[in-house]
């Protein structure tokens, strides 16, 4: 028997409780990980809650992503002691997830742990992490090096955004950072920003081609930001999406792509193939500074999260929040 965090219904609530379940009691899949670590993210709080249409199906274990052992393993892929991580794919939402101290998990959802990182730091990094690595995976795919100009990072002070400043410094490139709190210059500058715009000067409808400005950019926003960023990007320059925090909507023009070859290249990281993830992992082991990574505020157990879930939905949460399902 194992604890794990249980999501059901009743009449239209979602209710949350930790239950002791049986091996049997999971999902028939290859892979069998006992869990040393998950994390909480703002997904997992409207899960939880139930303020959001997160989950798909129930009863959810809830848990966007995990990091443990393999101990039984069907797949050729993986074999008892193999150490995992598993971001994305869905987990938490459709399949159950990493709030529990046993999942089981299809071979393709994983990638082994980088040798030199444990499950505590790849559970920092988590899915926002992997993402901005994408990110600039995705400039380098586009020719973006460093000598070719600044880069710049919209909403930069978020999770993506400034884990994507830290590892384009760390790189060697000049990065801009568009942020719409001037509290946190700071924190971005130790992070390796070089220049500040804010996100009211960004949002500004802008003409569909703009003095050229940048070499290359990374957007978690969306909507006007994006439209403008593409209107200032540099002759041959390349624009990697992967947020929508200010909207869907994309208003621009085919200017920029045709007059000044510019490539929009977009970033998910919950498909992502597992070569190119494993790819990820490896570089964020070299090319992100530990200090990118902020406070982890705290480790809880699968006891706290209910309360927990409700903090961070009410924004009361500061920097990472580990989840031991085993503490």
């Given amino acids: 028997m194992f604890n794990a965090l249980v999501l059901e219904q009743e009449e239209g609530k979602t209710l949350s409780a930790v239950k002791q379940l049986d091996l049997s009691d999971l999902p028939d899949e290859d892979v069998l990980v006992k869990v040393s670590y998950s994390s909480l993210n ?4 409207l899960a939880i809650t139930g303020s959001g249409k997160i989950v798909h199906k129930f009863p959810m274990v809830p848990g966007i992503d995990l990091a443990g052992v393999v101990t039984e393993s069907r797949s050729p892929q993986y074999q008892a002691g193999d150490q995992v991580i598993m971001t994305g ?7 159950w997830g990493g709030y529990s101290q046993y999942a089981r998990m299809k071979p393709e959802w994983l990638v082994k742990l980088p040798q030199g990182m444990d499950a505590a730091k790849a559970m920092s990094i988590g899915t926002a992490g992997l993402t901005a690595m994408l990110c600039v995976m995705a400039l380098e795919e586009g020719g973006i090096t460093p000598d070719r100009g600044t880069v710049v990072v919209t909403g930069a002070a978020g999770g993506v955004g400034s884990v994507a400043v830290a590892i384009l410094s760390q790189l060697g490139y000049t990065v801009a950072a568009v942020t719409g709190r001037e509290s946190s210059h700071e924190y971005l500058r130790g992070l390796g920003a070089s220049e500040f715009l804010t996100r009211a000067e960004m949002a500004e409808a802008s003409r569909p081609l703009e003095k050229q400005r940048w070499a290359g950019a990374i957007d978690t926003v969306g909507d006007t930001i994006l439209a403008r960023v593409l209107a200032e990007t540099d002759y041959r320059g390349t624009v990697a999406a992967c947020g929508l925090a200010g909207g869907y909507k994309l208003p621009t023009t085919v200017m920029p792509f045709i007059l000044r070859n510019v490539r ?4 998910d990281s919950v498909m992502c193939p597992v070569d190119i993830r494993t790819q990820a992992w490896n570089r964020l082991l070299t090319d992100l500074p530990d200090n990118a990574l902020g406070d982890i505020s705290s480790v809880i157990g699968l006891a706290d999260l209910p309360q927990a879930a409700a903090d961070i939905v009410a924004g009361k949460i500061q920097g990472r929040t580990l989840v031991d399902p085993n503490k």
């Fill in 89 to 95: 794919w869905s987990v938490g939402e459709r399949y």
């Fill in 264 to 267: 929009l290249q977009g970033v």
């Fill in 42 to 45: 703002y997904k997992d709080g």
